[in-house]
């Protein structure tokens, strides 16, 4: 079988980490219209409907089918299952949302860089998995970058004033909780796995984190759907097709042909991309203090994350 060249692994990561990263300014989009509760919904129940076929296929791959990835599980493995979905969509995804009210698009992009870190840690308090000193002080490192564009530089609003600074903290911290999210879906995540396509685990989760975002819905939502035309709409296709469908399916395309740890440094390049988009389109303002803020957290990150990674430590956006 001929091999995939390097050149189109490395181009295709590399589109992946900018959609990634532009996804912070298509929440910020789509705050403009839909509360943060509501744009969970009307990303991920479209993003349902392309994903559900994707996991079936992948488990048919594996020789199941239908509903044999729900009658495989065990009672316990369920509940596992229920709670992985509940954080990896309203959990997650309602905490960034949420962040982003109260935060630039690219300050939120640095909070979630902090992902592949907390893996480790979460790793360690459930799986009982070793952290070094080195991996604390990493961490360390990153929050001292988060406190330093936190305290040191304004926080534009959509109102055009500059957000306080308990407002910027409760920012930070509320899109921290996405982190906490996400690093509790992967760790519990690794005990669903046992043999199953990561494909598979993806489409059924999601789906399931879809329905949990249903309860958001109410009359008002169509009107303000309506109301959002075309930017709100492509903003959403950007956040269900693109960052969501699109880039998952070649993500684990390209751990099929590179170990994690050589997919996983593109990573990095997600708030790279966020802060310059959200500069580009939505005039948040990189200062020096950006600068120095943004290089404490991704070296901080890169330091507590290094060594051995699992196939499921992945970023989300």
């Not at 055009?160 to 899109?175: H, N, P």
Request: proline content about 4%; some cysteine.
């Amino acid at each position: 079988m001929r091999s995939t060249p390097p050149s189109l692994i490395v181009g295709s990561l590399i589109f992946v980490m900018f959609l990634w990263g532009g996804s912070f300014i298509a929440i910020k989009i789509g705050l403009r219209y839909l509360t943060p509760l509501e744009l969970v919904m009307a990303r991920f129940v479209p993003s349902a409907l392309l994903l559900l076929p994707i996991g079936l296929w992948a488990g048919k791959r594996t020789g199941r089918g239908g509903l044999s990835f729900w009658r495989g599980l065990d009672r316990k493995e369920k509940v596992l299952a229920v709670v992985a979905s509940f954080l990896a969509v309203p959990g997650y995804h309602g905490c960034l949302n949420y962040g982003e009210t109260l935060i630039p698009a690219g300050w939120a992009s640095l909070v979630i860089s902090l992902n592949p870190a907390f893996i480790v840690v979460f790793a360690a308090l459930i799986l009982h998995e070793k952290v070094s000193l080195r991996r604390w002080g990493g961490i360390a490192v990153a929050f001292a970058g988060l406190l330093i564009i936190t305290l040191g530089q304004d926080a534009p609003t959509e109102s055009g004033l500059s957000a306080t600074t308990i407002q910027k903290i409760f920012g930070v911290l509320i899109t921290f909780g996405a982190v906490l999210s996400w690093g509790g879906f992967t760790t519990i995540s690794k005990k669903l796995m046992r043999g199953r396509d990561p494909l598979e685990n993806l489409g059924w989760l999601m789906t399931l984190g879809a329905v949990m975002s249903l309860p958001a819905y109410n009359p008002g939502v169509i009107e303000k759907l309506v109301a959002g035309g075309s930017e709100l709409f492509w903003a959403l296709m950007f956040l269900s097709v693109g960052c969501t469908v699109f880039s998952f399916v070649v993500w684990f395309w390209a751990l099929d042909k590179w170990t994690v740890s050589r997919a996983g440094a593109f990573i990095y390049l997600v708030p790279l991309f966020a802060l310059g988009i959200g500069a580009a389109m939505l005039d948040e303002p990189i200062t020096v203090v950006t600068v120095l803020g943004a290089s404490g957290v991704l070296g901080g990150v890169l330091l507590a994350a290094s060594g051995n990674t699992q196939r499921s430590e992945i970023i989300k956006n």
